[in-house]
């Protein structure tokens, strides 16, 4: 697996590559779905105003339970972060755009942003001189520690979230090479007589009715294998990939679809608590 393609390069050396086009698209999207999903609000709502109204209020119930009521302002924003997390993964499924975070780029400026806004936070409750004499707490000697742990925050949450996204599309594209060879060979194989094809084609059609009658789901999936290894075999067709379909389906379901929203939601309720951290209610402050 190679890194994101380089489209074009700007002056002064600014380069567009695949993770700059994806995210400018998810970008775009997430703008024309707020714009078309929050215009014509009316008092007694109809079915897409409710599921609107139903995720701001999750939103603002999350971002109240985990960082406290006095920091609901913040709500927008880790909305913006989660929903730009997931739609940057889920970009990738497309087959056109790659995921914006198999990008350490894209997870590591937003691992940065919540470290300064967490500096930021302290900076104003503080001042300066407060911010910097945490660094010194609970004792002088603690001072390299504290700094490693401001280092470790942003560099732990970006290799975490990058890591997945990364290494499920890495699991994937080994999957799908490694079902292709296997595809070629079973087919050379049984493709060199047409007895062992026709064979082959009879025991998937009675593997298949058994697997309905007995509504057995195993003998169904190898009577549908069987019979498409046969079919092909006959046909002289033994380049087709057949058996990319269906496994690397159920893969995508967990790389892209449950670990993207996963990574996602951690990525943000991490942020939630880091900045929350930074801002205390005012009776602690």
């Given amino acids: 697996m190679n890194g994101p393609k380089i489209y074009w390069t700007l002056p002064l050396g600014i380069t567009i590559t ?6 400018f698209v998810v970008m775009v999207l997430l703008c024309t779905a707020a714009v078309v999903l929050g215009r ?19 939103l603002y119930d999350m971002v109240g339970d985990t960082m406290g009521k006095h920091n609901l302002y913040w709500a927008p924003y880790m909305g913006a972060l989660f929903l730009s997390s997931v739609c940057g993964s889920f970009i990738g499924m ?15 400026t937003w691992a940065i942003m919540t470290s300064v806004l ?6 104003k409750r503080n001042g300066v001189g407060g911010w910097l004499k945490g660094f010194t ?19 732990s949450m970006a290799f975490r979230h990058f890591g997945n996204i990364a290494g499920g599309s890495v699991l994937t594209s080994l999957v799908y090479t490694a079902l292709a060879t296997c595809s070629a060979l079973l087919l050379g194989l049984v493709g060199k007589s ?10 998937g059609m009675a593997l298949l009715v058994a697997g309905v009658k007995n509504k057995k789901l195993a003998k ?10 046969g079919a092909l075999s006959l046909l002289g067709l033994t380049g087709v990939p057949y058996l990319e ?24 309720l991490l942020t939630m608590v880091y900045v929350g951290n930074a801002c205390p209610p005012p009776e602690e402050a």
């Fill in 18 to 23: 695949q993770t700059t086009v994806a995210s």
């Fill in 40 to 58: 014509n609000l009316e008092k007694r709502p109809g079915r897409r105003q409710v599921l609107v109204e139903k995720g701001v209020t999750m």
């Fill in 94 to 108: 497309t087959g056109i755009f790659r995921s914006a975070t198999a990008d350490l780029s894209t997870t590591a």
């Fill in 118 to 123: 967490c500096w930021g936070c302290s900076i």
């Fill in 137 to 155: 707490e609970p004792v002088v000697v603690m001072t390299p520690m504290n700094l490693v742990s401001e280092i470790a925050q942003p560099l």
């Fill in 194 to 203: 047409v007895v062992i094809g026709a064979a082959v084609l009879v025991i």
């Fill in 220 to 229: 169904k999936i190898f009577g549908i294998v069987f019979i498409a290894t």
């Fill in 245 to 268: 379909v269906g496994i690397p389906g159920i893969l995508s379901l967990y790389f892209d679809v449950f670990s993207g929203g996963v990574q996602a939601l951690v990525f943000s």
